[in-house]
């Protein structure tokens, strides 16, 4: 579980008094797939021996994300609170294509904040599906990071400091319809999306299924141009019928003929 970004979200809980943040990626309705990672801390409840070292944590993380891993940056850094806002997007020309790019990301060990990721793409004629699933262990990883040895004082204020933050995930996919989710999703712009609050306790799941219309035409002009080729079908094949049976009675009336009718 060797991930700079479940670092990210873990350090603020440890040893600020609050701590919100957002975890939010997927495919926007303009193509691009992206990571977005924002970060809030106050640690004015910290000791005047830790604020300084808190600060130049934060510091260190928002230059590693910029000149390391390529995000888009901004921050904003005080001697006692932060707030970073970091982006990554890579655009792309189609759903299809933004899809195989979140898959990179999302699939990268320097990048991702999650510590399972599952995504299939089943591209069609008319319509293509996307699904994917992300696990996000913080619960093991505060877990591994056992309290025991802590002075009893620190230990306090960082369970504490736990329970008083607050980090949420995202997913967001191209669809004009969610297949299936994990939790109820919404639908805005050609995209669907599924938000949960990460849990401190136990293993935090998103899984979403959506479909999107790659033939840019709607689902009741496709319907309607299914049945109109049905309707022709009918007709053709009737009239193949009509031709056939005519052919038959054709065909038997001339074996039935007497021979002395005809003109030798």
Request: charged share 20%; with cysteine; net charge negative.
């Amino acid at each position: 579980m060797k991930k700079i970004l479940i670092l990210l979200l873990i350090l603020p809980l440890l040893l600020c008094s609050c701590a919100t943040g957002d975890i939010s990626c997927g495919v926007d309705e303009e193509n691009n797939a992206f990571l977005f990672l924002s970060l809030q801390a106050d640690w004015s409840g910290a000791t005047d021996d830790m604020k300084e070292e808190i600060r130049r944590g934060f510091i260190a993380i928002a230059d590693h994300f910029e000149n390391k891993l390529g995000f888009e940056v901004e921050q904003s850094i005080t001697k006692v609170s932060a707030d970073l806002n970091m982006r990554l997007v890579r655009p792309a020309a189609t759903p299809e294509e933004a899809f195989q790019e979140l898959e990179s990301i999302l699939t990268d060990e320097a990048l991702t904040p999650f510590t399972e990721v599952k995504m299939q793409m089943v591209p069609g004629e008319h319509f293509s599906g996307y699904r994917v699933d992300v696990t996000l262990d913080a619960a093991g990883f505060l877990s591994a990071m056992s309290l025991d040895h802590f002075p009893a004082s620190l230990a306090q204020y960082i369970t504490q400091s736990i329970s008083d933050s607050q980090v949420t995930m995202q997913l967001t996919l191209p669809g004009e319809e969610a297949v299936a989710s994990s939790v109820t999703p919404t639908l805005e712009n050609g995209v669907v999306t599924v938000s949960s609050p990460v849990s401190f306790t136990e293993t935090t799941s998103l899984s979403l299924t959506a479909t999107t219309n790659t033939s840019g035409e709607t689902t009741e002009s496709l319907e309607s141009q299914v049945k109109s080729t049905q309707t022709r079908l009918w007709i053709f094949g009737g009239l193949l019928v009509l031709f056939v049976a005519g052919l038959v009675v054709s065909i038997f009336c001339m074996r039935e003929k007497d021979p002395a009718d005809y003109d030798w």
